[in-house]
Nanobody
């Protein structure tokens, strides 16, 4: 059974950084379109960022552009979401999953495959 595992969440102060990793059990994420999503308490899940299978294409939600970076860590066989300049509104449970394509990211979820993991909690607070 395909299963993705998110890790790297935690408590960080505003302005701080965290590095989230998405990995798979029993196989690598090479050649798969992967997206990061988040769900804040009381809100709908939203798209944060995605990367194409080749790594050549990336997209970001407007709310995280310039602060978050998605990339493939080939040595670790993971997809990383590097989050800098974190804000309180970034507080959420973050998930990764497969995507049919890496397109627009935001409130509407496009081309998302239903392989949600348990997520990793990011709390930005002083």
């Amino acid at each position: 059974q395909l299963q993705l595992v998110e890790s790297g969440g935690g408590l960080v102060q505003p302005g701080g950084s965290l590095r989230l990793s998405c990995s798979a059990s029993g196989f690598t994420l090479d050649h798969y379109n992967i997206g990061w999503f988040r769900q804040a308490p009381g809100k709908e899940r939203e798209g944060v960022s995605c990367i194409s299978g080749s790594g050549a294409r990336t997209n970001y939600a407007d709310s995280v552009k310039g602060r978050f970076t998605i990339f493939r860590d080939n040595a670790e066989a993971t997809v990383v979401l590097q989050m800098n300049s974190l804000k309180a509104e970034d507080t959420a449970v973050y998930y990764c999953t497969f995507m049919y394509s890496c397109g627009k990211m935001g409130a509407i979820l496009y081309d998302v495959m239903d392989y949600w993991g348990k997520g990793t909690l990011v709390t930005v607070s002083s």
